[in-house]
């Protein structure tokens, strides 16, 4: 049972444009939301959370919206850049302090 | 600052040799520790992970196995590799709400 999904394994998009990745979230006592950032034979890089007291949370050219009713959250890049070009994985949890459950992951490619 | 180190950055092993992956944590104390696995294709899945010296839990069954000898040490272990042992390995740790932070990542190639 696949508890937090990222449905577009990919997402090409052109330099200077938004890039719009997207996770859903199937069980609801999930509070705490985070995006991860991966280049290839590196670990995973922290980027930005938002709680489920939020709806939105921003930082700099990243800014993620959760839409709790949907148990949908996504995460905007404007403008997007060659160097976002990555794996980015969506991570939720319970209370902030339990085991994250991590989405599979989507590859997104900025062109210049 | 809080640094994670893990080592080794790639491994090529043969088939049914042991194993041993080590990740410390320096700059914090009592830090949560975590190892994942991202196989080819695929998200990143939970190994074990310890909330204390001792203290390991383990989420799938295998034949790997985690220790943690020290506060800020954690490893990962292995008697008989199989095949599909093969796969990015990633030792992470957090405390007091704060976000996960990860290793480098380990490389292991079965052959």
Known sequence: ?112 | SQTIHQWPATLVQPVGSPLSLECTVEGTSNPNLYWYRQAAGRGLQLLFYSVGIGQISSEVPQNLSASRPQDRQFILSSKKLLLSDSGFYLCAWDRDYQPQHFGDGTRLSIL
């Open chain 1, 1 to 112: 049972d696949q508890q937090v999904k990222q449905n577009s394994p990919s997402l090409s998009v052109q330099e200077g444009r938004i890039s719009i990745l997207n996770c859903d979230y199937t069980n609801s006592m999930f509070d705490y939301f985070l995006w991860y950032k991966k280049y290839p034979a590196e670990g995973p890089t922290f980027l930005i959370s938002i709680s489920s007291i939020k709806d939105k949370n921003e930082d700099g050219r990243f800014t993620v919206f959760l839409n709790k009713s949907a148990k949908h959250l996504s995460l905007h890049i404007v403008p997007s850049q060659p160097g976002d070009s990555a794996v980015y994985f969506c991570a939720a949890n319970k209370g902030g302090s339990e085991k994250l459950v991590f989405g599979k992951g989507t590859k997104l490619t900025v062109n210049p």
